[in-house]
């Protein structure tokens, strides 16, 4: 029983900026994992921003230097910051969580229901 909800989307002027949010709630022993994905209408989906509970971070070529992952933080909510959109960047954005429901568990892999952005000319 673990859910992951977005929120955040909508539309924007190119060049404006979205903050998204991604929370997971339910059973969690920990969140080895959080990262965004995109799919356009047409396309398939492809990564846009990973972290690791390490600190480690993974961006997209197509968004590097524009967005920044960070978290989840200690309510397990995760961001994704969006600076200089493009009309390219309109899609649906997707938060997946990889996480362990206890310390005796296999990590698994959760999505969201997705959010909209969109970014006019």
């Known amino acids: 029983q673990v859910q992951v909800v977005e929120s955040g989307g909508g539309l924007v002027q190119a060049g404006g900026s979205l903050r998204l949010s991604c929370v997971a709630s339910?059973?969690?022993?920990?969140?080895?994992?959080m990262g965004w994905y995109r799919q356009a209408p047409g396309k398939q989906r492809e990564l846009v921003a990973m972290?690791?509970?390490?600190?480690?971070?993974n961006y997209g070529d197509s968004v590097k230097g524009r967005f920044t992952i960070s978290g989840p933080n200690d309510r397990n909510t995760g961001y994704l910051q969006m600076n200089s959109l493009k009309p390219e960047d309109t899609a649906v954005y997707y938060c997946?969580?990889?996480?362990?429901?206890?310390?005796?568990?296999?990590?698994?892999?959760?999505w969201g229901q997705g959010t909209q952005v969109t970014v006019s000319s």
């Open positions: 972290f690791t509970s390490g600190g480690i971070t």
């Open positions: 339910g059973t969690i022993f920990s969140i080895s994992a």
């Open positions: 997946n969580a990889l996480l362990r429901k206890s310390v005796s568990t296999p990590r698994y892999s959760y």
